[in-house]
């Protein structure tokens, strides 16, 4: 890549950061089929450019961030430090296996069926965005007792969790898919949005430790596209959340997903 092509990545990973449409899966649809970037690569590169927006949350939750921090060393722990913990526990227990089984697929796998698995992910995340925009569950309301008016719970946090670990799969949005569990599980939509930015502090760091030596491009180039996604994170972050909050991306999910699925069969066809 070069740094015009970095850069560019490096801004689309900045707004799509925020919005529940998957920035890896769309940064590595536009990696592999408009810069012929191979899908290992495409994938390991996605990962990287999480680098410059998990600045970005470092520095728009550093507070919070700070004081959670303390209160762990210190062993004060509070409803967002359990909830922090557990939920990092089960995205580790899930995501891994996850993300060691697509890594060994994606090495054999050509243009056309990667384009498949990311388009059949966007479809599943548009699907779970649809349905936690509709009321929770009577069945989640009773398997989800609270202890007080609002409190999340320690079965609140494994399933967010899970659902972090399941979205290491590009395609499948990380913050759509952690927001749309909460929201399901009857968790207030402020609160769930702030959670799910929380969340996903130590599971990038857990991915970018797994994936940095996998990058092999040159660091300045790797800095170009990692400055460029921090500076747009930052500058749009408080837009894109209030924008994610009133529009529908279900369908756009589905709708970018079908032509990526379209995409792949006419490509095994042609």
């Given amino acids: 890549m070069n740094y015009t092509e970095a850069i560019i990545m490096g801004i689309l990973q900045g707004f799509t950061e925020w919005l529940p449409i998957s920035s890896s899966g769309q940064?590595?649809?536009?990696?592999?089929?408009?810069?012929?970037?191979?899908?290992?690569?495409?994938?390991s590169?996605?990962?990287?450019?999480?680098?410059?927006?998990?600045?970005?949350?470092?520095?728009?939750?550093r507070y919070e961030l700070g004081k959670i921090l303390m209160n762990l060393i210190t062993l004060r722990w509070g409803e967002e430090e359990t909830f922090l913990?557990?939920?990092?526990?089960?995205?580790?227990?899930?995501?891994?296996?996850?993300?060691?089984?697509?890594?060994?697929?994606?090495a054999s796998l050509n243009v056309e069926s990667v384009n498949g698995i990311v388009g059949f992910a966007l479809i599943l995340t548009g699907i779970v965005l649809a349905r936690s925009r509709e009321n929770p569950k009577d069945e989640f309301e009773q398997i989800v007792t609270k202890k007080r008016k609002g409190e999340v719970t320690i079965v609140e946090a494994i399933i967010a969790g899970i659902a972090q670990g399941v979205a290491i799969l590009p395609g499948i949005s990380r913050s759509g898919m952690t927001i749309g569990a909460l929201l399901l599980l009857g968790v207030e939509q402020k609160k769930a949005v702030k959670l799910s930015f929380l969340m996903a502090v130590p599971a990038i760091f857990g991915a970018l430790f797994l994936e940095l030596r996998a990058v092999n491009e040159p660091?300045?180039?790797?800095?170009?596209?990692?400055?460029?996604?921090?500076?747009?994170?930052?500058?749009?972050?408080?837009?894109?959340?209030?924008?994610?909050?009133?529009?529908?991306?279900?369908?756009?999910?589905?709708?970018?997903?079908s032509i990526a699925v379209i995409a792949s069969l006419m490509g095994v066809l042609i």
Avoid at 28 to 42: Q, R, T
Avoid at 86 to 106: C, R
């Fill in 219 to 257: 660091i300045t180039v790797s800095l170009a596209a990692v400055l460029s996604a921090f500076i747009v994170s930052l500058l749009t972050l408080e837009g894109m959340l209030k924008l994610a909050e009133k529009l529908n991306f279900s369908k756009f999910c589905i709708l970018f997903g």
């Fill in 85 to 106: 913990f557990y939920s990092t526990l089960f995205t580790a227990v899930v995501g891994f296996p996850l993300y060691k089984a697509f890594k060994t697929a994606v």
């Fill in 45 to 61: 590169y996605a990962l990287l450019l999480h680098f410059g927006t998990l600045f970005a949350v470092l520095f728009k939750f």
């Fill in 27 to 43: 940064v590595m649809l536009a990696l592999i089929n408009f810069f012929g970037i191979s899908p290992e690569k495409a994938h």
